[in-house]
């Protein structure tokens, strides 16, 4: 009986000392990671880092033309876009069309033609995989949130190859909310191991003003965004055209 008591006791002990090592090796990795994480930044997708325009006229058109509806313009859709696809139809449907069961159909059918050309003609902003790069090299922690379904966003950015660069990618059906709820933010810097006080925003629209501000985060807006809201109603702390000479604003706040 005392051997079989050592031996039991022997095994707690192991599972203890694993545990334990188990427990210290996961803090370790973590403020490894803290520690060599010097800020965060944290992006939307549509307008801001990839113009997906022309993509999503094309998705809402190919809609409109099978219903026998009204085509948009470009700069119509870029109004449009900015909150995911069914706020996007709703606006475009405005008073036209009453019937809800049409109205999932189309926004349906919209989805799945758009996830079937989602990459045609959508390309990175100007200067954005240089700068990438660069933060990449900095050890700078980067994050996408996005209204854009999460499947939709991961393949886009595989596609044109930059999802290598992010450490997490946010859509809208991630969490159980999403910008500008600011838990859509807060959540991914914990997730990949960032600190609130070294984070920043980029966007274009005021959905991503609005989740920022609301996350006490410094925000970037992106000109030419799609809203219709102005530059100058949308309040930001920085304004950019593209990502050429970007990295010379994220170092004030380094």
């Excluded at 990795?29 to 965060?40: A, G, P, S």
């Excluded at 059918?109 to 990449?136: H, T, V």
């Excluded at 190859?161 to 969490?175: I, L, M, R």
Aim: proline fraction near 2%.
């Amino acid at each position: 009986l005392a051997f079989f008591n050592l031996i039991f006791v022997f095994i707690k002990i192991s599972l203890y000392i694993n545990n334990a090592f188990e427990i210290s090796h996961k803090i370790f990795l973590f403020n490894t990671l803290k520690m060599t994480q010097i800020y965060t930044i944290l992006f939307d997708l549509d307008g801001t880092i990839v113009n997906t325009a022309p993509d999503l006229m094309a998705a809402h058109n190919h809609v409109m033309k099978k219903f026998g509806h009204a085509e948009k313009k470009l700069s119509d859709i870029k109004s449009l876009a900015g909150k995911g696809a069914w706020v996007m139809m709703q606006r475009s449907f405005k008073e036209e069309i009453k019937d809800e069961n049409i109205k999932k159909e189309m926004t349906k059918e919209f989805l799945d033609y758009y996830a079937k050309n989602i990459d045609r003609n959508s390309q990175p902003l100007k200067g954005s995989i240089d700068f990438f790069n660069w933060a990449k090299r900095k050890n700078i922690s980067m994050g996408v949130c996005t209204n854009k379904q999460e499947k939709l966003a991961i393949d886009l950015l595989k596609k044109l190859d930059v999802y290598k660069y992010f450490e997490y990618v946010a859509g809208s059906d991630t969490f159980s909310f999403n910008k500008p709820d600011p838990r859509h933010l807060t959540n991914v810097i914990e997730i990949i191991g960032g600190d609130l006080k070294k984070t920043i925003m980029v966007g274009d629209s005021e959905v991503d003003a609005n989740s920022a501000h609301n996350a006490n985060l410094p925000f970037v807006l992106v000109k030419d965004g799609y809203t219709e809201k102005s530059e100058k109603e949308i309040k930001h702390d920085e304004l950019i055209s593209d990502f050429i000479g970007f990295e010379k604003i994220i170092e004030k706040y380094l």
